[in-house]
């Protein structure tokens, strides 16, 4: 019998540290559910401490999921353990995660505090989480650089106090395969109570090692791999649990664990990570890129002709790439959009939700022929924002671009019940309907990006442009999709004027992250 590789997703916390990545409570939910269909053993949902917003949305996926255990982050503070442990009351499964750093740099310049400092507040903090689970996780924050015999001190310690997993964080992306496969080996040797717990991994992606060091480690103990989905996070990201998952799985000869994961979920739980964060998928991206399963060389085509073997070592099937998908269009009926919405996760709140996205459907197939999956993603994006955060409304748009001439642009916007009409010209059509925009919102804003993406293949095909707007140091992400680009383009800046209003503004409060 193989050991149980327990995945431990955090793409709601880690990944939404990204600069732009902030997601709604409803997003959370829908990227949950995508992540409790797929089967992952442990969803880390936020960080409840961060703000109202933020403990609103773990509250939310703790009461939503049922199938997987919903996970708090805390800092080593009774009023961060306490807000986790209010925030998930609500779930079938829950576990606190609670951290303190452990490195000298840390413990001196940041936490200005000595090592049993650090081990008394440690121990405080996992006694505390224990009031509201048994199920409490202890990261030392920035292991890789931590003394080995302190690590050993503090981890023994928490052991005692109640911890059951115990989380070693390359916080920094500063190790090396062999030297981190190492340290978690002889923690597991050195620590005399390291039965007790279970060893896990969150490695950071600075040096492109993410995952890497996250197998070396299970190669030499760890039992629970912290990942996200895309390799999404802060800085260059985290392990990638795609890649984790079907590195484990296609080599067995190596590992002596197995994940419970369903794999054929992985691509549609991709794509919409993706859509949501505005985080394009380099086509060349392990497993869910798309070229991940393409192959151009006369000299490929003709082998996997052949023999798929011998140049795939994997399944596209496996990960969900050519799954029987329904193709819908103009013609599709309301059941058939509300089947196809369910098996991609989506479960309308009442009739109105289901109006508003059938209507938005019908509306997008007036301009595209065929409707796929990728498109049903995008088109729930913009059915899924609340109203409440919806204060800018696009309502008509009007540009003219010719050779020769500079490109001006109309725009009429709803701001709350007034209706607004600001126009600009622009070194393109695009520049300029963004700037018509901005002179009606006037959000002081700087524009750090701009992206543009075609969500599937064909003339007709959506484009999904990506905004990032820069206001004072806080960043949004503004997502638009539409057969028209421009139109794309107004909606994305709008997406992220919106943001910029939201009153939640989700700031972390910790100063470094796990």
Known sequence: MKDKLIIFDTTLRDGEQSPGASMTRDEKIRIATALERMK????????????????????????????????????????????????????????????????????????????????????????????YTDNVEFSPEDAGRSEEDFLCRILEAVIDAGATTLNIPDTVGYSMPHQFGATIANLIERIPNSDKAIFSVHCHNDLGLAVANSLSAVLNGARQIECTINGLGERAGNASLEEVVMAVRTRQDMFPCVTGLDTTEIVTCSKLVSTITGFPVQPNKAIVGANAFAHESGIHQDGVLKSRETYEI??????????????????????????????????????????????????????????????????????????????????????????????????????????????????????????????????????????????????????????????????????GADTDIVIASAKAYISAVNKLQSADARQHPQKGEV
């Not at 310049?109 to 400092?117: A, G, I, N, S, T």
């Not at 650090?118 to 903090?125: G, K, P, S």
């Open 40 to 131: 992952v053993d442990v969803i880390e949902a936020g960080f409840p401490a961060a703000s109202q917003g933020d403990f609103e949305s773990v509250q939310a996926v703790a009461n939503a999921i049922k199938d997987s255990t919903v996970c708090g982050l805390a800092r080593a503070l009774n009023k961060d353990i306490d807000r986790a442990g209010e925030a998930l009351k609500g779930a079938e499964s829950s576990r606190i995660h609670t951290f303190i750093a452990t490195s000298p740099i840390h413990m001196q310049m940041k936490l200005q505090m000595q090592p049993e400092q650090v081990i008394e507040y440690a121990v405080n903090a996992v006694k505390r989480a224990r009031q």
């Open 314 to 479: 994997m399944k596209a099937e496996d990960v969900g790439w050519s799954a029987n998908r329904m193709v819908l269009g103009k013609h599709s009926g309301r059941n058939a959009f509300k089947t196809r919405m369910n098996e991609l996760g989506v479960q309308f709140a009442g009739e109105a939700d289901l109006n508003d996205a059938f209507f938005r459907f019908k509306q997008l197939a007036d301009k595209k022929h065929d409707i796929f999956d990728e498109d049903l993603q995008a088109l729930m994006s913009e059915v899924s924002v609340d109203a409440d955060d919806e204060k800018v409304k696009l309502i008509a748009l009007q540009v003219c671009s010719e050779t020769g001439e500079t490109p001006r642009a109309e725009v009429t916007i709803r701001v709350g019940d007034e209706e607004m009409t600001g126009t600009s010209s622009g070194g393109g059509a695009v520049d300029a309907a963004l700037k018509a925009i901005e002179s009606l919102v006037n959000t002081e804003s700087t524009l750090v990006l701009y992206s543009v993406n075609n969500i599937t293949s064909g003339t007709d095909a959506q484009g999904e442009v990506t905004v990032r707007l820069d206001k004072a140091g806080r960043i949004v992400n503004g997502l």
